[in-house]
């Protein structure tokens, strides 16, 4: 069965300071991974999918299938990244494309001043 | 445009209570989600839609009914609470298409107590 695995509850880090949360996975075939983010008072909201290899807000993730990994980073945190970030991978297709999303617990990440 | 909305926000049952959560949304989405999401998890997929008259089994439905009688609504109903129940449940909505497969659209969020 997929599973996503975000081991860090709680990251801190300090303004300008290299970020870094984790996301391992498991999954037979060729998965497909996103980064979901939740700011305070806020919904979830889409943060950046492996597939379009773009930079959303400084931060890139890079699917490690040899590692089975999916990683976000950002070379200088903002004190705005801070929130709850999750990272997540779709039910295996029902057939009828209606894949909903399988989540991690999240990462609180907070960025000190 | 509203987006994704989510009635009542906050609910308070007693065991074997009833009671009906509303999700709506003005996107014209073909697909829409029930999540609950218990403290220090992930969210889990409770049950979907993929159009109006249609309803699927996630991976935790049990305790739980849903229906999709108009294409903007999708509810989620307890017919006897239990305390298990007790989450924040989050309604989802996407368009058509696989290529959107990631792109959902959540509601705010009901968080729901069960004493």
């Known amino acids: 069965a997929q599973r996503v695995t975000q081991p860090e509850k709680l990251l801190s880090v300090f303004k300008g300071a290299p970020v870094e949360l984790k996301c391992n996975y498991s999954?037979?075939?060729?998965?497909?991974l996103f980064w979901y983010v939740q700011y305070s008072r806020q919904r979830l909201q889409l943060l950046l999918r492996?597939?379009s290899r773009e930079s959303i807000k400084g931060f890139t993730a890079d699917l490690n299938k040899g590692e089975t990994s999916f990683h976000l980073k950002k070379p200088f945190a903002q004190e705005e990244d801070s929130a709850m970030y999750y990272c997540a991978l779709p039910y295996p297709d029902s057939g009828g494309g209606a894949d909903g999303l399988t989540f991690g617990k999240g990462t609180h990440l907070i960025i000190q001043p | 445009n509203a987006g994704v909305t989510q009635t009542p926000k906050f609910r308070v049952l007693k065991t074997g209570q009833s009671m009906t959560l509303l999700c709506a949304q003005d996107?014209?989405?073909?697909?829409m989600y029930w999540y609950r999401q218990d403290p220090g998890m992930g969210l889990r997929l409770i049950h979907y839609s993929v159009g109006e008259g249609t309803t699927a089994k996630g991976e935790v439905p049990d305790g739980y009914n849903v229906s999709r009688l108009k294409k903007q609504n999708f509810l989620l109903g307890l017919e006897s609470a239990a305390p298990s129940q007790t989450s924040v449940y989050f309604c989802?909505?996407?368009?058509?298409?696989?290529?959107?497969?990631?792109?959902?659209?959540f509601g705010p969020g009901t968080r729901l107590t069960v004493l």
């Open positions: 492996h597939i």
């Open positions: 999954y037979s075939g060729s998965p497909e």
């Open positions: 989802a909505s996407r368009p058509y298409g696989r290529e959107y497969k990631d792109t959902q659209y």
């Open positions: 996107m014209n989405h073909e697909y």
